[in-house]
């Protein structure tokens, strides 16, 4: 699906949080008053916006919007998109579903989940395909596994923050730690992994 602008998106969070409060869609002047929005034209063109990209599907009534079939039933931990366990890959947030676990661990947007690309982070328990729930955090502590973006781009890594520099350590014998020193590079944690989501094969 087609990639969002940041104020699409809290758009389509608002919808979502209303669904799951009320089981209803909301008004226009709902959404307006959730998104702080004075105008109801205004309203309406981050819906139409989010129709032409797919997200829902616009009715000529006054509680209109319903969820496209591709992000129905959506009401869980969003996935925003792909994160890397061996080479950065580039961070985008991109709506591809959502994971139902809010009763286990919480709710956007303090947790949401990254799926994992690559095996660096094997002996951590964490393998190419897994959803891994973040805890949003600006900061966290030395040793615990994190969602990090250096210069853009999203990895996960065990996180070490000393004088001077940042380390990001796989757990796999395969890869070498990472050592980003002050200045070379921007980094910043998007937070602490807290759990994760596997899909097994046929058993």
Do not use: W
Request: charged residues 25%; glycine residues 10%.
């Amino acid at each position: 699906m087609e990639a969002l602008t940041r104020r699409q998106r809290k758009c389509l969070e608002a919808v979502l949080e209303c669904l799951r409060r009320t089981g209803r869609a909301p008004t226009y002047r709902e959404l307006g008053r959730m998104l702080k929005i004075a105008s109801t034209q205004g309203v309406r063109r981050h819906l139409e916006a989010l129709a032409r990209k797919g997200y829902l599907v616009m009715k000529a009534t006054a509680r209109g919007i319903e969820l496209s079939e591709e992000v129905r039933g959506a009401v869980g931990i969003p996935i925003l998109g792909r994160i890397a366990a061996g080479r950065p890959i580039e961070a985008l947030e991109n709506f591809e579903g959502a994971v139902d676990v809010v009763s286990m661990y919480g709710s956007y947007p303090e947790v949401f989940a990254v799926r994992v690309v690559g095996d660096s982070m094997i002996d951590a328990g964490l393998q190419e395909g897994d959803l891994a729930v973040v805890r949003a955090a600006p900061r966290v502590e030395n040793g615990a596994i994190a969602a990090v973006a250096i210069d853009g781009e999203a990895t996960v890594k065990r996180f070490h923050a000393e004088v001077g520099a940042v380390t990001l350590a796989p757990a796999n014998p395969r890869y070498a730690p990472r050592i980003v020193r002050d200045g070379e590079a921007e980094v910043r944690v998007l937070g602490r992994v807290i759990g994760i989501v596997r899909k097994l094969g046929s058993i």
